[in-house]
């Protein structure tokens, strides 16, 4: 392979490569912090089915990877979660041993995985830290995703431990930005209110926020968060996963994540609470004091600029947006 690629350079897979995070990765890496030695590839569902050990074994055999980040999931909001918690637990479980073992068997130097902070238990304390993982059930709404989720970190550990595999996993907390799935039923939070945002501008009609809005979230933007996936690729060596969250005081109610959009797409109507709706889990406070023991002075883009320019994204893409 250091014939084909030169001593020392990466070829880095990525899976899920045109999701939302995956996309904001490739925008990072093609605005600059890309570096010379490093070979990106950006893989999606189109390229192989990676619920089949086969095709993903076939994968990585084609494209040979030194380095991996693995997005690739199953993913939705609360309410596809409570529907499908089978379905969520049983194709992550599936793709996530079949991307880890075919790193395995094919001599990939080092794979990022990507959590969720859902995986935290449901009864914690607060904030929640690296440590705390496995320590409860998770929230019922998504024990599918969740547990699948947790058993990437129980699998790093034991290629870690049985073959000194250099596995590791990071843990965002809500992610958003250009390229989200906006879709309203089956989406997360802040895009699905984007969309409908969006929607009741057009209709002069009152927008409808599910649940009461006071549930809390740490919401990080897409390219900030890409821009921490390269610091782990290249610097982060433990074994041991990490949180990458803005930290606890940028936490922001439903709410107020929701006036923020109203403001951002100039939006006049009334906000309606359709408290018949599930709020899910009210908060999940997350700890990003490990990533800042590293990063002490990495900033964070303003959470309010960050919905300004996903929202300005989805009106310019709007035909073309996942929804």
């Known amino acids: 392979m250091s014939e084909v690629a030169g001593l ?13 995070v995956g996309r904001a990765i490739e925008k990072v890496v093609a605005d600059g912090e890309g570096r010379p030695d490093e070979e990106w590839i950006f893989v999606s569902s189109r390229d192989a089915d990676l619920t089949n050990a086969a095709e993903t074994k076939a994968l990585f055999e084609k494209h040979k990877p030194t380095h991996v980040i693995h997005l690739a999931a199953m993913v939705g909001g ?13 194709r992550n479980i599936h793709i996530n041993d079949n991307v880890l073992h075919s790193a395995y068997e094919t001599g990939v130097e080092k794979v990022v995985s990507c959590l969720s902070t859902c995986i935290f238990p449901d009864k914690t304390t607060y904030p929640i830290n690296e440590s705390m993982i496995h320590n409860g059930p998770p929230h019922s709404s998504n024990f599918g995703y969740s547990y699948a989720k947790r058993m990437i970190d129980i699998q790093n550990r034991g290629y870690f431990e049985q073959h000194g595999c250099r596995f590791t996993a990071v843990i965002p907390t809500n992610v958003f930005g250009p390229h989200d799935n906006f879709n309203i039923e089956d989406g ?7 969309h409908k945002v969006y929607l009741a501008k057009q209709t002069g009609s009152a927008l409808t926020i599910w649940g009461t809005g006071k549930p809390r979230r740490q919401f990080i933007y897409s390219l900030d968060l890409a821009r921490l996936f390269l610091w782990v690729l290249r610097e982060y060596d433990e074994v041991e996963p990490i949180i990458l969250s803005v930290g606890e005081e940028d936490e922001v109610s439903i709410k107020e994540a929701a006036e923020a959009i109203v403001e951002a797409m ?12 599930a709020d899910g889990q009210f908060k999940k406070t997350a700890s990003n004091a490990k990533l800042r023991h590293y990063l002490p002075s990495f900033q964070f883009t303003p959470f309010r600029q960050a919905v300004k320019e996903t929202c300005a994204w989805f009106s310019a893409n709007y035909a073309d947006a996942r929804k």
């Open 8 to 20: 020392g350079s990466k070829r880095i897979l990525v899976t899920g490569g045109t999701g939302l």
């Open 78 to 90: 609360l309410f596809k979660n409570i529907r499908y918690n089978l379905d969520f637990w049983r």
């Open 188 to 194: 997360h939070v802040l895009p699905g209110l984007i």
């Open 266 to 277: 100039d939006f006049r109507g009334e906000l309606v609470f359709d408290t018949t709706k």
